[in-house]
């Protein structure tokens, strides 16, 4: 019996267990989701998918401590005492609504703590419970990425993610000092967790997303998968820069805390303020969050309404109750500390929809060949407050069986704020889904994956589609600068390129053709093709394009070669190539031994360049090079020779390398069989060999001196 939550069907329940685990396994390492079939999964989606898997498996692997991730995750772990645990949420499911979940909530909780609710009232005809004698909190609940830093004496220690088991958290340490709002000392020699959501702030989210759009860069999907990528990178200096702030919800581990606060709201305040944290930016805003009281329903709408106009990304309200001891009193469910706490709850924003009639359907080929549609709006409906006129329409299967044509009246939700996306039809319509593949034209196959979704599969592998990335890799490499995946995209349903070369033949015309581009969109592009500064005046601009396409672009021959993008053989393989080799020609013709003769190549590289150009790729470099001029390392006396320079030189390395280079010769950064020469001028101080010393006594490889390679020069 197949499963279906909301947009998916699954074959069973280990088919949806499956998806779940692989989602958060995913999300910690890439920081963001695709299922097995390259759909992305949203936030609420997997909330959803989570939820129903914890219904009817609810001791599934899934929810154990140990993830498939663990074992993959980097850096250590910090281990956190009490555990980090989430809260329950209270969201709308098939057999209770928002509201059922929160009396239910408040009749326990008063229940537990032995209070007096307030009079049962009537909201649009539903009877909603008030809190009565239970004194509550609320704040906004951050959609971050959770974690706890842990100070002793004062002084950062540590800083671990919030994990799912709540207690090994992933090690970022690293991170901390980069974050906006992480204190390095506190003000008083405290020992104390802090424990908050890292987030980035839409305003820096667009602004990182421009600069990517102008690098060639792909688009970040949302500031939540950023910012778990980010916090997943190795080194801790790449989060320098990255715009990620904290705001934090509580404090934990802090012996002495009932003699600074005894409720959230005080405790918010005394970590805000001078006398206690003193946790403010320069415009003297608190970075833990502000608590308020919640004594009615009501005001969760209010919240609500009020989160659209905010800065950050918010999901929900989080209600607690106000009094520290009461909560360490109801403590959590099952008494086990892992386990969400009794006294919070999550309430969920509900998502804004809204009705449109769909007047096309677009089909896209995807870079995996998968043709996935987007429904086109001549009206466009107004979602967020700004104004949409597409929406993606998950796929095929699920357009067939709900009847979404053109013509549909569909209700439309923003899923995660970015893209809207369609989520139900309200008048059917006759769904005609393309034949052939939109880029290439070849027959569409339909494919049923394991999960049971339907999609349309094109097969050519020369497919236009599968080699945006590529040619994108090709420009950024060459030093285009502004086209991006859109904009290639765009060029590619002109359908004038199949191949790299074709885009140094586009016109402008061609690209303004269907109004694709706008006259200066064109001028952009043409402009990044050929490597020109896109200056102001568009006739002037379009004269220097014109100049362009009448000479050759000069670059590097090594450049070149890394921009076609070959497996495995980059700058590195580039520089070897075109040491060793006379021309480009001879790179091209060279068979797979010859390659892998070459220091820096091994046989798969040799295998991957072999394949390249013997398939296709020597013709389409040939044609290239009527538009492309490679400079190719001076051949002399020491081509073919390899050198390896180690210890310090009085003029530096540098001065070395470059007359050794000038002469034909080629550095190599490490001793191997291949090398000829290793370079020394000074040893270590202390007399004893250095590692690129003894490595080339045991080959074999002479060692010499600067008046040595004085008479080789
Ligand atoms: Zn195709």
Redesign the pocket.
Known sequence: MTISVGNRVFKDADALEKLVIHAATEYEINGFVEDFDDVEITDPEYDEIHAHLKKIKPDSAAFEGTSPSTATTVGTVVVHDPPMTSIDKADERKDETRIDVYNKWLKDTARLLGKKLGPTIQVDGVDVVTPGELELAQSFKRDGVALRINYVKGQLVSAGLRPRDGVNGTDVTRHAKHIIGVPEKLPHPFTLSLNGEIECHLEDFDAINAKRDVDGEEPYKNPRGYTNGVMGRKDGKESKGAMLRVSYYSITGFDDWEKYYKTEGERARWANGSTGLNLQNHRKKGYFVRMMKHSKYGELGQMEERAKKIWYYTDGVVLKVNDLEEQFELGHHGDDNVKPPLGALAWKYKEPTAEAVITGIEWK?SRV?R?VPTALFKKPFVLADTSNSRATANNYGWMEERGIGVGAVVTCKKAGKIIPNICGVVTKAIFDPPKE??????GLRLHISDSGNKDLR?D?KD????HVHSWIHYMSNMGGKGLGTAAMELILQTGKVKTIDQLYQLSEDDLRESNRFTAREALLALAAIFVIIPIKDNTKLRRLIDAARGSKQKIEGWKFFAALGISGAGRTAGKALTAHFNTFEEIMQADESELESIDGIGSTTAEAINLFFSDGGEEMVTRLLDQVELILPKKGPLSNTNFVMTGNFDLGKPHWERLIEDQGGNIQSGVSRKTNYVVQQHGKTDGTPSGKEKKANDLGVEIISIPDLEKLL
Do not use: I
């Open positions: 080929a060949g043709v593949c939109p880029t290439c034209g070849t094109c050519n497919c236009g589609a599968k």
